[in-house]
């Protein structure tokens, strides 16, 4: 079995992480909805969106692994890192849940990373900059696809929005960690590599309150609780999904397509 | 002008001839110039760069594109070359040539209008009939979308409701 790898904790690197580790996560459970959609056309909706997401992880995580200077690359990032060293943001590694479960969280992860990306195409490092210049673009078609089924399923039968609203009562104490700035996020406002992602909270209020009440849906108040991705700390959902995403790589040192 | 550069030019002509005849491994009615994927043809003392801007971050076909045109390159014997990738600025649809856009169209496939331009665009909550786009087949206007994704990242799927054949539109992006 392949032995984990060691990161480097500096600022720009864990900036960097968070960004291709929210992506991988999320990519990976939309990918579990592969030939499970309720309709084919959201398998196919579902299964490309996790393609762009799994690309702009490649993407950035081989700019983080550029910047940490240790040789690491995209495929030793993805899948010889340890729990505890990925810097995802707790709300994409939750299980996909119900079609209703899925739809939200894509809108909520979708409205964010626009915000992200949009800010980031002015990034002080050129190639995180021509990252974001694509990913924004596909982050808009995720954000929009998602903002119709929420709309649909929130303005839609009994048991639609009965499901929605339950999604909304779940996932909505994940926004704080998501919308809440710390030292990593200093330093890259500092150096001019990307926005403080308190920075984004307006807009991004904005955008889902947008969604919200045309789904007809209120947005639950604002929970103490904090979820702690960012700083490595996952909840007990990750550790199960990185055993089926890293089986092979492990299992199979250095193995490629 | 010097030798030297002149055989350089003629090189870098005849790559972008054989660029031209590289298809799309997803929409083999293009090439990868129609697609608007080569950005640059660059005479290096030791071999030629083509410089291409993938289309999705996420594209499957980036890897077998990259194969292709290599292969395409040593087969026309115009000595050692490499593929580079330039992210910026970002692909667009608008960059798929005149030709390429009636090419899809006789595919079958809706060519994409121009994309929105960038900045601030709203979110648009919209039914199942939005879009205006014409039926590769009869022309008609009438028509709805059934998906904003398609069989691949870069296109959507439609149906007309005055032939009744389901139909891909390019994404404007």
């Known amino acids: 079995m392949q032995a984990s790898i060691q990161i480097d904790h500096a600022p720009a690197v864990q900036y960097l992480l968070r960004i291709g580790d929210t992506c991988l996560v999320h990519g990976q459970r939309i990918a579990q909805w592969c030939g499970h959609a309720p309709i084919l056309e959201e398998d196919i909706a579902l299964s490309n969106m996790a393609l762009d997401l799994i690309g702009q992880a490649r993407a950035v995580l081989t700019r983080a692994g550029e910047l940490e200077g240790r040789g690491h690359d995209e495929d030793q990032l993805a899948f010889l890192r340890e729990e505890r060293d990925y810097r995802n943001i707790t709300l994409v590694e939750l299980p996909r849940g119900d079609f209703a479960f899925t739809v939200l969280r894509n809108v909520m992860v979708a409205t964010l990373m626009k915000q992200l990306w949009q800010r980031l195409c002015d990034s002080s490092d050129a190639e995180l900059a021509a990252i974001a210049g694509k990913a924004v673009k596909e982050a808009r078609y995720h954000q929009q696809h998602a903002a119709d089924w929420v709309v649909r399923l929130g303005d839609g039968t009994d048991e639609s929005r009965r499901r929605i609203e339950a999604a909304l009562a779940e996932l909505w104490r994940f926004v704080p960690e998501m919308l809440e700035s710390d030292a990593v996020d200093e330093a890259a406002h500092a150096s001019g590599l990307g926005p403080r992602w308190a920075d984004l909270k307006d807009a991004w209020q904005a955008e889902m309150s947008t969604v919200l009440q045309a789904a007809k849906l209120d947005a639950p108040p604002e929970a103490a609780f904090r979820s702690t991705g960012k700083q490595g700390v996952h909840t007990e959902h990750m550790g199960f999904m990185l055993a089926e995403m890293q089986h092979l790589q492990r299992s199979f040192p250095g193995g490629v397509w | ?173």
Do not use: N
């Open chain 2, 1 to 173: 002008m010097s030798l030297p550069a002149v055989a350089a030019r003629t090189r870098t002509d005849l790559a972008w001839d054989v660029l031209h005849s590289v298809l799309d491994p997803e929409v083999p009615a293009l090439s990868v110039c129609d697609l608007g994927i080569v950005r640059e043809v660059i005479a290096h003392d030791d071999g030629l760069e083509i410089v291409l801007t993938p289309t999705y971050s996420g594209c499957p076909a980036t890897e077998v594109i990259e194969h292709d045109v290599l292969a395409a390159i040593a087969k026309a014997q115009l000595g050692p070359a490499r593929v580079s990738l330039r992210r910026a600025p970002a692909w667009t649809t608008d960059w798929i040539s005149a030709e390429g856009k009636r090419k899809l169209l006789d595919y079958g496939i809706a060519p994409p209008g121009p994309a929105a331009p960038d900045g601030a665009v709203p979110i648009r909550i919209f039914g199942r009939k939005a879009d205006a786009v014409a039926c590769p087949r009869c022309a008609s206007l009438h028509t709805e979308r059934l998906s904003a994704f398609g069989s691949t990242a870069c296109k959507s799927m439609y149906r007309c409701l005055s032939c009744r054949e389901p139909f891909e539109h390019f994404k404007p992006i």
